[in-house]
């Protein structure tokens, strides 16, 4: 998992704040699902969860690669300043 969404306390599991973040994102699906007139049970809640989380787990995913493809790139343009000088 990474560093970004990590918990500080126990790096196993997801961070409070992307948990909040979660729960907030299904409390308002949940608001604007209820509005349209549809029913949600606890296991439509729990799959939205479940979904919710693992999207996370891909962001913080696509964020490291981006952030190893950046730092990647700056080291090798800094090695071929240094072989110019």
Do not use: C, W
């Not at 907030?24 to 699906?29: E, R, V």
């Not at 439509?44 to 996370?56: C, M, R």
């Amino acid at each position: 998992m990474h560093k970004l969404i990590q918990s500080s306390e126990n790096p196993k599991n997801l961070s409070l704040t992307i948990k909040g973040l979660l729960y907030s994102l299904i409390a308002i699906f949940i608001m604007f699902a209820k509005m349209k007139g549809m029913d949600i049970g606890e296991s439509e809640l729990q799959n939205i969860a479940d979904t919710l989380i693992e999207a996370g787990t891909l962001v913080g995913l696509l964020y490291g690669m981006v952030i190893t493809l950046i730092g990647s790139i700056r080291k090798v343009l800094n090695k071929i300043r240094a072989i110019k000088k």
